[in-house]
């Protein structure tokens, strides 16, 4: 959405009725409201102008909204970032008074619920009641099982993790599987925990296991599309034409969902939202994650360490959505595709790594990938004492990549959800 900014005279003050209204509900209140996970309401124009001044700081750091992703290295679709123009309208407003404006008819704040002109989802994959934290101070892990089926062929056009309680979903990752025949999902648990000190990860045979996914004739369940929850995450979203069909009988497994520690016990009932198309998908998106090649390799206590990545493609790709990867030493990401050409395209820079403000950043056109061209990432580590975010003080050796998410375990991942080039997609808009 693009809204017209108009320039102020020294005799003129901006308004919020009139001019600053708009965008501060649409940058700001989708989280500072009722249920959206910010610590404060910022959803009127009185609890907007009782904190101009602290307003006016986040907004001039750039600390608010959050959004880590240099946006001059390379821009993307579902960018929260202020521009310029509409940083400094900001400034003035507060600058001059942070008037309301009253002669004016005052702006609407946004249907939160219904971000987007998609309407309201159409299925919900909800956990069926809501699950227990224990409030015990430590990070807990549970693997989570929700069956679906269908009466007919679906086709995903969009989609949506909605944490339950957002301030205690750390992160959660999640896979949608087709089952065979002679598998009843709903004869096993809903749920296991994982121990908080585990470190096995994620592990395919261990959940159909549990979950008894494995068919009549011992086959596992088809994994159709697969991607994570991070905080800041929001809808995601498919050009015309591109999706996943869904099966008809099938799970969704969110194979690890980490709550953080709480002191009281507390609820979460999470779930999946998803807009069909009207139409089967000619093209289906496709998931890659890319890793170093050190597996096993230790950030010893009080040092910094960069791990690469260098993996050349195969196939020509288009590029839909990028997710760097790292947990509380990170300190920069970037990554870059270097061609057979010798062109160089900008993917992601995120020169200040926030842990708690990870996205799947949405190209804002389909992104060609030229077959053979070498995906290069380069990602800082800060295992010392000064990192406020190191989740060990003293700081302790930290193993790299066993793909856990405990306080022992740093990780460096790059994943592209993409589709098989084809010609034309350079113009392809994501909205
Ligand atoms: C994606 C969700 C989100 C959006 C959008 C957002 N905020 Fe926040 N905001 C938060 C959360 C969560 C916190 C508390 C954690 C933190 O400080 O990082 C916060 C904290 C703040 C704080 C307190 C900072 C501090 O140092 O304690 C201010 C002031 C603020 N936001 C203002 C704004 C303004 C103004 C906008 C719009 C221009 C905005 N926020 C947009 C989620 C958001």
């Not at 004016?104 to 994959?125: H, Q, R, Y």
């Not at 065979?180 to 592990?203: C, E, R």
């Not at 194979?255 to 979460?268: E, M």
């Given at each position: 959405?693009?809204?017209l900014l108009p320039?102020?005279g020294?005799?003129q003050s901006p308004?919020?009725n009139?001019?600053v209204?708009?965008?501060?509900y649409?940058?700001?209140?989708?989280?500072h409201r009722?249920?959206?996970g910010?610590p404060?309401?910022?959803?009127s124009?009185?609890?907007?102008?009782?904190?101009?001044?602290?307003?006016?700081?986040?907004?001039?750091?750039?600390?608010?909204?959050p959004?880590?992703?240099d946006?001059?290295y390379?821009?993307f679709a579902?960018?929260?970032?202020?521009?310029?123009?509409?940083?400094?309208?900001?400034?003035?407003w507060v600058a001059?008074?942070?008037?309301q404006?009253?002669r004016f008819?005052?702006?609407?704040?946004?249907?939160?619920?219904?971000?987007?002109?998609?309407?309201p989802?159409d299925?919900?994959?909800?956990?069926?009641?809501?699950?227990?934290?224990?409030?015990?101070g430590?990070?807990?892990?549970?693997?989570y099982?929700i069956?679906f089926?269908l009466?007919g062929?679906?086709?995903?056009?969009a989609?949506e993790?909605v944490?339950?309680n957002?301030?205690?979903?750390h992160?959660?990752?999640?896979q949608?599987?087709?089952t065979?025949?002679?598998?009843?999902a709903?004869?096993?648990?809903?749920?296991?925990v994982?121990?908080?000190?585990?470190?096995?990860?994620?592990?395919?045979?261990?959940?159909?296991?549990?979950?008894?996914?494995y068919?009549?004739l011992?086959r596992?369940?088809?994994?159709?599309?697969?991607?994570?929850?991070l905080?800041?995450?929001?809808?995601q979203q498919?050009?015309?034409?591109?999706?996943?069909?869904?099966p008809?009988?099938?799970v969704?497994?969110?194979?690890s969902?980490?709550?953080s520690?709480?002191?009281?016990?507390?609820?979460d009932?999470?779930?999946l939202?998803?807009?069909?198309a009207?139409?089967?998908v000619e093209?289906?998106i496709?998931?890659?994650?890319?890793?170093p090649?050190i597996?096993?390799?230790?950030?010893?206590a009080g040092e910094t360490?960069?791990?690469?990545?260098?993996i050349?493609?195969k196939?020509?790709?288009?590029?839909?959505?990028?997710?760097?990867?790292?947990?509380q030493?990170?300190?920069s990401?970037v990554?870059?595709?270097?061609?057979?050409?010798?062109?160089?395209i900008?993917?992601?820079k995120?020169?200040?790594?926030?842990?708690?403000?990870?996205e799947?950043?949405?190209y804002?056109r389909?992104l060609?990938?030229?077959?053979?061209?070498?995906?290069?990432?380069e990602?800082?580590?800060?295992?010392?004492?000064?990192?406020?975010a190191?989740?060990?003080?003293?700081p302790k050796?930290?193993?790299?990549?066993?793909?856990?998410?405990?306080?022992?375990t740093?990780?460096?991942?790059?994943?592209?959800l993409?589709?098989?080039?084809?010609a034309?997609?350079?113009?392809?808009?994501?909205?």
């Amino acid at each position: 959405m693009f809204l017209l900014l108009p320039v102020y005279g020294a005799a003129q003050s901006p308004n919020f009725n009139r001019d600053v209204g708009a965008l501060l509900y649409q940058k700001c209140s989708s989280c500072h409201r009722h249920g959206g996970g910010a610590p404060f309401e910022l959803a009127s124009y009185q609890q907007f102008a009782k904190r101009k001044q602290f307003i006016a700081e986040v907004v001039q750091r750039g600390y608010m909204p959050p959004w880590t992703a240099d946006t001059h290295y390379r821009s993307f679709a579902n960018q929260t970032a202020l521009t310029d123009t509409e940083k400094q309208l900001i400034l003035t407003w507060v600058a001059r008074g942070a008037k309301q404006g009253r002669r004016f008819p005052a702006p609407k704040l946004p249907n939160f619920e219904a971000p987007t002109d998609l309407g309201p989802p159409d299925l919900v994959l909800q956990m069926p009641e809501p699950y227990h934290i224990p409030g015990n101070g430590r990070h807990h892990y549970i693997a989570y099982k929700i069956p679906f089926d269908l009466p007919g062929d679906a086709y995903v056009k969009a989609i949506e993790f909605v944490p339950g309680n957002k301030a205690l979903v750390h992160h959660a990752s999640y896979q949608l599987f087709g089952t065979g025949p002679g598998v009843n999902a709903n004869n096993s648990p809903n749920f296991y925990v994982f121990s908080a000190d585990s470190v096995d990860g994620i592990d395919d045979d261990r959940d159909f296991h549990i979950f008894q996914l494995y068919d009549s004739l011992g086959r596992p369940p088809f994994s159709v599309f697969h991607n994570g929850y991070l905080p800041g995450a929001t809808i995601q979203q498919y050009p015309p034409g591109i999706g996943f069909a869904l099966p008809r009988k099938g799970v969704l497994l969110i194979r690890s969902l980490h709550y953080s520690p709480t002191p009281l016990p507390r609820s979460d009932q999470s779930s999946l939202r998803l807009w069909l198309a009207d139409r089967p998908v000619e093209r289906t998106i496709e998931f890659a994650a890319f890793k170093p090649r050190i597996a096993g390799d230790t950030i010893p206590a009080g040092e910094t360490r960069t791990y690469y990545i260098n993996i050349k493609t195969k196939g020509d790709m288009s590029l839909l959505h990028i997710n760097p990867h790292m947990h509380q030493l990170g300190k920069s990401f970037v990554a870059w595709a270097l061609t057979p050409a010798g062109d160089t395209i900008p993917l992601v820079k995120i020169p200040q790594w926030d842990f708690n403000w990870q996205e799947f950043y949405r190209y804002e056109r389909l992104l060609h990938i030229p077959s053979g061209s070498v995906i290069h990432a380069e990602a800082v580590y800060d295992n010392t004492a000064t990192n406020l975010a190191n989740p060990n003080q003293p700081p302790k050796p930290m193993l790299i990549e066993t793909g856990s998410m405990d306080d022992a375990t740093e990780m460096m991942r790059l994943v592209f959800l993409y589709v098989p080039y084809k010609a034309g997609d350079e113009l392809i808009q994501t909205d």
